[in-house]
């Protein structure tokens, strides 16, 4: 599988590019940054390892690829749509920090090609929202809480994913409670309450390598799909249910 891989500068580029280097079932064909990024035309390897890789960054598609990976930055959304737009290859989308049309606009090119949207590419994360929806619907509560945190270098807030769970839950974004700080680890926790017990339910990530393994995983079980929008309860189901 050979990747297109948007946000390649950052630490979730980094990371996917290291876990690629291990991996003989995917290779990194374009690094991709903007077109006035200072890493342009530099070797990413060098970059982010020290060791020239050979891999260089630039700002539109050189070398044939299987599938776009997403894990850029919320801002010139337009022009990246006119990029997947272009090419018309699958696309795994990362992003987080978008607003409700922007999300709308990534999901109906779905309509073209194959489109997996996953703010949070966790497994684990994502049947934990599965396990909160049963107890919301089984249980009843009078007060649900969301705290989540994240390194002091993330932009949105509150996360993508802690959004997604509100709205999964049904219950107002003000009820979700945001940190920034450290320069690494995150969590979310989801607090079910009334006047005599308590519920918890957490999932705690430790690096930012288990988002890159989770992407590596969706794009080779969806690259190869026919075009629809994809999710990561897509996933669960055809594999877990």
């Known amino acids: 599988m050979k990747v297109s891989l948007l946000g390649s500068s ?108 996953a703010p949070n590419t966790s497994l684990a994360l994502n049947c934990l929202i599965n396990i909160a929806k049963k107890v919301s619907m089984s249980l009843k509560f009078s007060e649900v809480v969301i705290e989540e945190q994240h390194h002091k270098s993330k932009i949105d807030t509150p996360s993508g994913t802690a959004k997604e769970i509100a709205e999964s839950l049904d219950i107002d974004s003000n009820n979700i409670l945001s940190k920034r700080e450290g320069n690494s680890g995150n969590y979310h926790k989801i607090i079910f309450k009334n006047k005599n017990e308590e519920i918890q339910i957490s999932h705690f990530g430790f690096n930012r390598e288990l988002y890159a393994e989770g992407a590596i995983n969706i794009a080779k079980w969806f690259y190869q799909k026919p075009k629809n929008l994809y999710h990561m309860q897509t996933l669960i189901n055809e594999i877990y249910e």
């Open 10 to 117: 950052g630490k979730m580029g980094k990371s996917i590019i290291e876990l690629a280097q291990n991996d003989p079932d995917i290779s990194i064909t374009n690094a991709l940054v903007r077109q006035d990024s200072k890493y342009l035309d530099k070797d990413a390897g060098e970059e982010h390892f020290n060791k020239r890789s050979g891999l260089k960054f630039s700002s539109f598609p050189k070398e044939d690829f299987d599938i776009f990976i997403d894990f850029s930055t919320n801002n010139r959304l337009e022009e990246k749509i006119e990029l997947y737009k272009k090419f018309g290859k699958p696309l795994l989308f990362c992003g987080t920090g978008i607003s409700k049309d922007e999300e709308l606009k990534i999901k109906q090119l779905s309509s073209s090609f194959p489109v997996f949207y």
